[in-house]
């Protein structure tokens, strides 16, 4: 029997949420963090964006689309570090960050839990979050919603929300675009008050107050809540039969 729409899992949903964070997008580089932004940038390459550019992370430009875990079997091009700093800086570029924290404005942190200086937990550090969210299309990955995750005030910012960007000017503000905010439980955009974070959808079986619950700042809520979209039937094959046969994405999202 082929596979139908009703037995997609949370984490199928998730990666056809992330494909959809580059629809629209051509001849950009993508360049997700984690196992379902990897998937959804690369399921968005064999569907509805094309000409999405795809990498190794490190210095070659895929000529085809691999599986998860896989090898190209060509190259496209090279991309060593100084050019991809060009495309960072003309916004040729689509980054899908991870993180510990983000908060209403679209701050984010992965660079250290409590005081800087004496941190409770050390974590990746800063990075080129805050070069990337002034400069191009920024979005954010939580495999966990909590209120640990999503908090009020993030205690360290990398990358730059809507309200810093403004407090610092032109430079930094006229080309700052967080797009959205995937997670285990919904999407999210900053469409709200003030371009605060608001709920875009719900994924299937998840009641808004669980969502509330693991939110720790005021989430503006529409009047009708749309659920997250089902990848549709070629979508499925595509993620299970082509770029994830090891079913890893289970591992990131439980069922």
């Given at each position: 029997m082929p596979e139908t729409l009703s037995t997609a899992t949370r984490a199928e949903i998730a990666v056809a949420a992330c494909s959809d964070l580059f629809r629209g997008q051509h001849d950009i580089l993508a360049s997700p963090a984690g196992i379902i932004p990897t998937l959804g940038a690369r399921l968005a390459a064999l569907t509805?964006?094309?000409?999405l550019m795809l990498s190794d992370g490190e210095s070659t430009i895929y000529g085809d689309v691999p599986a998860l875990g896989g090898v190209s079997e060509f190259s496209a091009g090279y991309l060593p570090y100084r050019e991809l700093f060009e495309l960072i800086a003309a916004g040729k570029r689509h980054?899908?960050?991870g993180g510990a924290q983000i908060d209403r404005e679209g701050n984010h942190?992965?660079?250290?839990i409590g005081?800087?200086?004496?941190?409770h937990?050390?974590?990746?550090?800063s990075r080129a979050a805050a070069t990337n969210t002034i400069n191009h299309a920024?979005?954010?990955?939580i495999a966990r919603q909590s209120t640990r995750s999503f908090v009020r005030d993030v205690d360290f910012v990398t990358g730059v929300g809507a309200n810093r960007a403004k407090a610092a000017g032109p430079g930094a503000a006229r080309f700052h675009h967080v797009h959205r905010v995937v997670t285990n439980l919904g999407v999210y955009d900053f469409s709200g008050p003030g371009g605060t974070m608001a709920l875009l959808s719900l994924h299937p079986g998840v009641p808004l107050d669980e969502v509330l619950d693991a939110t720790g700042f005021e989430l503006h809520v529409p009047e009708t809540i749309p659920a997250t979209r089902l990848p549709d039937e070629q979508e499925?094959?595509?993620i299970r039969e082509v770029l994830d046969p090891a079913h890893r994405r289970e591992q990131e999202v439980s069922p």
């Open positions: 509805h964006a094309p000409s980054v899908v960050m942190n992965f660079s250290a005081d800087h200086f004496q941190p937990r050390q974590l990746l550090g920024t979005s954010y990955w499925l094959r595509l």
